[in-house]
């Protein structure tokens, strides 16, 4: 059974940085494109980013465009999620997902980060 | 770029059923519509994909076969039947939109399921 573990969430500072990981256990992520969520509080998901296989291939949601790089190691069979110049409104649940037959089949438990001074 | 719109609340009796909603904004029509189960304090578990045909591939592990997926026009519906107390959870539907370059997910609001 896949289980996805993020960690790496904390309370950073208005313009600090964070930097996520996703560690995967009971199957590789090598061939699946995997993905990070987050959901603020007591609000619904909003998808943040995806990356491909490879590592090669990337999307961001515009309001974390510029701020937020995804990126994967195959060999330590993880994704990271590397967050600067964090505000308030990134404040949430990060979750990573990983894709398997066109869906979002399989979510870590979520790993919280707050901004605020 | 899609809008999905799901009712903020339902309620249902324990033993009996409720259909959920999500409506795709008008254009919209031949997107394909995951649904998404989150239990109080837990993440997301993937339920159904349904497109206007009905369900799309297979269902998430360990969703029992009281849940079922209907597609028309704009909508997309998630049915529960016999409904039992483990089904209390927000229900979350999202669509995946992508043109050249561009991807991204866009996801209902979500709606809060109450069992009676």
């Known amino acids: 059974e896949v289980q996805l573990v993020e960690s790496g969430g904390g309370l950073v500072q208005p313009g600090g940085s964070l930097r996520l990981s996703c560690a995967a256990s009971?199957?590789?992520?090598?061939?699946?494109?995997m993905h990070w969520v987050r959901q603020g509080p007591g609000k619904g998901l909003m998808w943040v980013s995806r990356?491909?296989?490879?590592?090669?291939?990337?999307n961001y949601a515009d309001s974390v465009k510029g701020r937020f790089t995804i990126s994967r190691d195959n060999a330590k069979n993880t994704v990271y999620l590397q967050m600067d110049s964090l505000r308030v409104e990134d404040t949430a649940v990060y979750y990573c997902?990983?894709?398997?037959?066109?869906?979002?089949?399989?979510w870590g438990q979520g790993t919280l980060v707050t901004v605020s001074s | 770029q899609p809008v999905l719109t799901q009712p903020p609340s339902a309620s249902a009796s324990l033993g009996a059923s409720v259909t959920l909603s999500c409506t795709l904004s008008s254009g919209y029509s031949n997107y394909k519509v995951d649904w998404y189960q989150q239990r109080p304090g837990k993440g997301p578990r993937f339920v159904m994909r349904?497109?206007?045909?009905?369900?799309?591939?297979s269902r998430g592990d360990g969703i029992p076969d009281r849940f079922s997926v209907l597609g028309s026009g704009l909508s997309r519906y998630l049915t529960i039947n016999n409904i039992q107390e483990e089904d209390e959870s927000d229900y979350h539907c999202a669509a995946d939109h992508g043109t050249g370059n561009t991807f991204f997910v866009v996801f209902g609001g979500g709606t809060k399921l109450t069992v009676l």
């Open positions: 349904v497109d206007s045909d009905g369900i799309v591939g």
């Open positions: 009971g199957s590789t992520l090598g061939n699946s494109w």
């Open positions: 990356i491909n296989s490879y590592g090669s291939s990337t």
């Open positions: 997902t990983r894709r398997v037959d066109a869906a979002m089949r399989f």
